[in-house]
């Protein structure tokens, strides 16, 4: 069994070692506008942002654009110190459904939501090297449901594989999460009760059904 990394270390050590006139480049894979919210509050701090939403597994497609508005209206309302852009990418559901063939019957936290996690971090990875971005990385690992290991594991492939540096990152150390939500509920953030894909749907329906019998 591999030992576990401290990314937060990982990530201060990287922020202590940027010169202080220097501004880099991040393109940050975002899931939600909740989960952007300490995230940019943080690294703009540091970095020029621009916020890239792919998301093609979020389903059903209104609950998508209920995200990717909440994105942009955060966005526009949050004060930081860089000033952050936005990207939309394309919204395929395809793409997604069909990396999760033969496992869509598996638990929410599975091999599914790794195949998941590449899915949309590699559409980062390319994006990024396209631009010329200096980093990339996701706000996935703020949520305490979200693999932080397994994600920067991926991130450090895909940084090998397209030429692009990954940025270390488990945004829920040091009170990422709870600041998230404090955040949500300053600017009245739509906070979804499901990952977003049709599997994670079904598995909540299940679980809300189950405690009405109960």
């Known amino acids: 069994m591999s030992q576990k ?14 010169p202080k006139e220097t501004v880099p480049t991040l393109l940050l894979h975002s899931c939600c506008a909740p989960c952007s919210s300490y995230t940019l509050e943080y690294l703009s701090q540091y970095f020029k942002i621009t916020v890239f939403y792919y998301n093609p597994n979020i389903s059903p ?40 063939k ?40 703020i949520s305490p449901y979200k693999n932080a290991q397994k994600l920067n594991e991926i991130s450090e492939d895909l940084s090998e594989i397209y030429g692009v540096k990954a940025l270390p990152c488990d945004l829920k150390k040091r009170g990422g999460y709870k600041r998230s939500i404090e955040l949500s509920n300053k600017y009245s953030l739509y906070r ?23």
Do not use: W
Not at 5 to 18: A, G, R
């Open 5 to 18: 990394i401290n990314y937060q270390l990982k990530l201060d050590k990287l922020i202590e070692s940027i």
């Open 61 to 100: 497609a209104l609950e998508y654009k209920k995200r990717v508005d909440e994105q942009k209206r955060l966005i526009n309302e949050l004060p930081t110190k860089n000033p952050v852009e936005f990207i939309e990418g394309e919204y395929k559901p395809e793409d997604f459904l069909e990396i999760a």
């Open 102 to 141: 033969g496992y869509e019957d598996m638990h929410e936290g599975g091999e599914r939501c790794f195949r998941c996690y590449r899915l949309r971090l590699e559409q980062s990875a390319r994006l990024a090297k396209r631009m010329n971005f200096d980093y990339f990385a996701t706000t996935l690992s």
């Open 192 to 214: 979804q009760d499901y990952c977003g894909c049709v599997f994670s749907k079904r598995e909540r329906d299940l679980r809300v059904s189950k405690k009405e019998i109960d």
